[in-house]
């Protein structure tokens, strides 16, 4: 019986071992099944999170107005003159349409090409946006195959996602192809047999200069391109071709156009991050005013502008300096009259002063600035007097969220060098004859030197006895490929704003800027919008009339500013086509791919003046007509001047009071804030009648 009952509680506790089991490893098949789950919507469901995420988002930026009120009829604005002088056409070039096809006796591409052109491009945004188009231009100019451009800060030897490759981090491969395909051959890479040779440096290389003309490509680049079947070509200077061809070329200058105009599209991550930009800054149903400031270290250090700053700045941009002369980039002293250079128009505008020039032509303090580009040299204090003047600054920090940026970043590794190198320090030198000369004890030897060592505001720069500053980090290389999309995204928002102003159209080089490319994009694309071409030096020499009470400015000098700015829309234009065009062709792309369309009878009856409205400047050239087809577009009808002038305005700016003034304001700002309404009709009638000229 004992054995029996034994036996019972055997077969008990091996049914319960049993249960165990199985409850173990439905345990260990749950858990395998939640931890794979889980990995794969940390990779897959990237995009999905991101669309969720956007509709829940509570963004910083929170617009300010003084009237939330305004009419969302265009028209009806228009017919305010204040609005009008704001931010309505320039009269003189609403003639002006886009049209960069081409014309007449355009051939497609040959199948049977003379070989392939491999481009590497080194540079920044602009400098690779002119260069991509003189590639195409000279594939086309040789009968060859182009391959897809490689940028060489977009490698991923920069630390980038690895599932963009080069040319495809910034620009849609598939766009670019397609949209040249009646212009240019182009591939992707090259064949297998060429991908070996160039691995080991075996095809021809020219390193080619922003000058080169179509006679050295067609005379030296060639006959080696018909022997080998591949070139590659090395820009490095923002160009590979002279900006002003020969009249028998012009078709490639539109071939320009239709590169950097229709060709060249962002990628997609980069073009929706970009509309939703616009989308944000439009969300009040309001215009807004994009500024791009200009002010790089480099641009600073070669036109010698270094003392505007009386910081630590100052020895950051001379040391700069120092080391472009070294190396030829500039020929001249390395201490340079900053003030001199500023009242010659050498340097850039601070951002102060172009808020007072905007506050002075009539831009109220709730007016939305768009403050363009990465990095503005001294920092985020330099901006501090433009928050002042106006209450709805903003730039692409404040209107996008740091995941929105991660997804146009892609996905990156993890690197662990976070914080910048310090400089090397020279080794100590052993004092040998210290060491054994003379009864101790004896004084100490001097100490090594140590360098000074400056890490601000994200760039760094040092000053020791040597002028080589240290090399780039993994991490540094990443941020310079950053940059290309948040200039993109930047891109994309000033071409499209409906006022731009730069402080600056010259980059580190002498050569037209980021600034100079969207002028050259606006002035195609919508020739009429109001596109502000400063004279700095005329500004240099306002400003320095009201130096003793900056804010706080006479009718007299206001109406000054008013003349010049308005007059500048139009003088500007013929400056830039003086200045830039030969250096940078994208910087006035007129009239070569521009056309001008017919004006209807009962267009001109609604026109004072049709010859006026109607006869472009004399330095735009002599522009095609536009096809009959584009003549059913409708042109936005001029207010007559006389009406103009019989419709009050009342302009609180006029004050000269460029802050905004709160209720318990001192009586002194209140006296200076009362205008008479007379004078301020009359002033603003004699500005009208200035802009008709």
């Known amino acids: 019986m004992k054995w029996v009952a034994l036996k019972g509680d055997g077969k008990i506790a091996f049914k319960i071992k049993s249960r165990l089991k199985w409850v173990g490893l439905v345990g260990l098949v749950l858990s395998t ?90 540079g920044g945004f602009h400098e690779i946006r002119n260069s991509i188009c003189d590639a195409v231009v000279v594939s086309r100019l040789l009968n060859a195959t182009l391959v897809i451009p490689e940028l060489q800060s977009t490698t991923s030897s920069k630390g980038i996602s690895t599932q963009f490759k080069s040319f495809a981090y910034l620009y849609n491969e598939d766009q670019f192809i397609a949209a040249l395909a009646k212009d240019v051959k182009i591939v992707k890479t090259l064949p297998k047999h060429l991908k070996g040779a160039r ?19 067609q005379h030296h680049v060639l006959p080696v391109l018909s022997r080998h079947s591949v070139v ?30 229709h060709a060249l599209s962002f990628r997609e991550e980069v073009e929706e991050l970009a509309t939703k930009v616009l989308d944000r800054l439009r969300a009040s149903g309001r215009p807004f005013i994009a500024y791009e400031p200009g002010m790089t270290r480099e641009a600073l250090a070669y ?59 009539g831009y109220s303090w709730d007016t939305i600035i768009y403050v363009s580009g990465g990095e503005v040299f001294g920092g985020q204090k330099k901006l501090i007097p433009l928050h002042a003047m106006f209450e709805n600054v903003v730039d692409r920090t404040s209107l996008s969220t740091s995941w929105e940026l991660n997804k146009v970043y892609g996905r990156e590794a993890n690197l662990d ?17 210290w060491k054994t000369s003379g009864p101790r004890p004896r004084p100490l030897p001097p100490p090594p030197l140590r360098p000074k060592y400056y890490n601000i505001e994200g760039w760094w720069g040092w000053v020791a006895e040597s002028d080589r500053e240290p090399e780039s980090t993994v991490m540094e290389l990443r941020t310079n ?33 980021f600034a100079s490319l969207v002028m050259g994009h606006r002035f195609y694309q ?103 087809w584009m003549n059913g577009y409708t042109l936005a009808q001029s207010k007559d001047k006389e009406s103009e002038e019989q419709l009050e305005e009342d302009d609180s700016t006029s004050a000269g009071l460029f802050f905004r003034q709160s209720n318990n304001t001192n009586q002194e700002a209140g006296d200076g804030e009362t205008v008479n309404k007379e004078d301020t009709q009359m002033e603003d009638n004699e500005e009208l009648e200035g802009g008709d000229r």
């Open 33 to 122: 099944f939640s931890i794979l789950t889980h990995f794969l919507l940390a990779r897959y469901t990237d995009g999905g999170v991101s669309d969720y995420q956007s509709s829940i988002t509570i963004f910083s930026w929170r617009p300010i107005f003084e009237n939330v009120d305004i009419s969302n009829n265009h028209s009806l604005l228009l017919q305010n003159p204040l609005y009008q002088r704001l931010w309505g056409p320039v009269r003189l070039l609403e003639s002006l349409h886009p049209y960069a096809n081409p014309r007449e006796n355009y051939a497609a591409p040959i199948h049977k090409t003379s070989g392939f052109i491999f481009v590497r491009i080194r």
């Open 199 to 217: 691995r080991k440096k075996e095809i021809p290389s020219f390193k080619v200069s922003n000058s080169a003309s179509p006679h050295f490509y």
């Open 232 to 261: 590659e070509l090395v820009i490095s200077e923002g160009g590979g071709l002279q900006a002003i061809l020969p009249p028998h070329l012009e078709e490639y200058q539109r071939l320009r156009c239709r590169v950097a105009y």
């Open 303 to 361: 036109y010698g502008c270094a003392e505007l700053f009386q910081d630590v700045h100052t020895e950051l941009i001379q040391h700069k300096r120092s080391w472009m002369i070294k190396r030829g980039i500039i020929k001249g002293n390395l201490s340079v009259d900053s003030a001199k250079q500023r009242l010659n128009g050498l340097c850039p505008l601070m951002p102060e002063e172009v808020g007072i020039l905007l506050r002075a032509y």
């Open 417 to 433: 060098d976070k914080i910048s190198r310090a400089p090397p320090v020279k080794e100590e030198i052993k004092f040998e004859a």
């Open 481 to 513: 490929a950053h940059k290309l999309l948040w200039e993109a995204v930047d891109y994309r928002v000033c071409v499209e704003a409906d006022v731009f102003i730069p402080g600056f159209d010259r980059d580190g080089k002498g050569k037209p800027n």
């Open 526 to 628: 919508f020739a009429a919008s109001k596109t502000f071409r400063l004279d700095r030096k005329v500004v240099a020499k306002l400003l320095g009339e009201i130096r003793e009470h900056l804010y706080r400015a006479n009718h007299a000098w206001i109406k000054s500013v008013r003349r010049h700015l308005k007059r500048n829309l139009i003088d500007g234009l013929a400056k830039e086509f003086i200045g830039s065009k030969e250096l940078s062709f994208l910087s006035f792309p007129i009239p070569e791919c521009s056309c001008t369309r017919q004006i209807s009878p009962e267009k001109i009856s609604n026109v004072s003046s049709p010859s006026s409205s109607s006869k472009l400047p004399a330095f735009v050239g002599d522009t095609h007509s536009c096809p009959s």
